[in-house]
């Protein structure tokens, strides 16, 4: 079994920072990526960051999030800076991974952790 814990989120005023961190555990082979999304109330999930072979962000954090990972830990996190309040919804990580005795990689999911951005 393979689980991703997410822990970080809380609420913060505009402009303020927070560290997301989520850690994968288990009967993990190898790691090909990780990766952050968010889903905001009455809309779809979307991507945030990935960190794999490259890392990509989306427009709408640019600048502002940074996405890391310790590969010893299989940890990934995400710093983001200068949230704003449209930066509230559920973050959720992902990995596509290949557990032990797997012949293909699979994509597993975190719980979500929730930011909220506001006065």
């Known amino acids: 079994q393979v689980q991703l814990v997410e822990s970080g989120g809380g609420l913060v005023q505009p402009g303020g920072s927070l560290r997301l961190s989520c850690a994968a555990s288990g009967s993990i082979f190898s790691i090909n990526g990780m990766a952050w999304y968010r889903q905001a109330p009455g809309k779809e999930r979307e991507l945030v960051a990935i960190?794999?072979?490259?890392?990509t962000y989306s427009d709408s954090v640019k600048g502002r999030f940074t996405i890391s990972r310790d590969n010893a830990k299989n940890t990934v996190y995400l710093q983001m800076n200068s949230l704003k309040p449209e930066d509230t919804g559920v973050y959720y990580c992902n990995a596509a991974l290949r557990a032990i005795g797997a012949p293909y990689v699979t994509n597993y999911w975190g719980k979500g952790t929730l930011v909220t951005v506001s006065p």
């Open positions: 960190s794999g072979p490259t890392t």
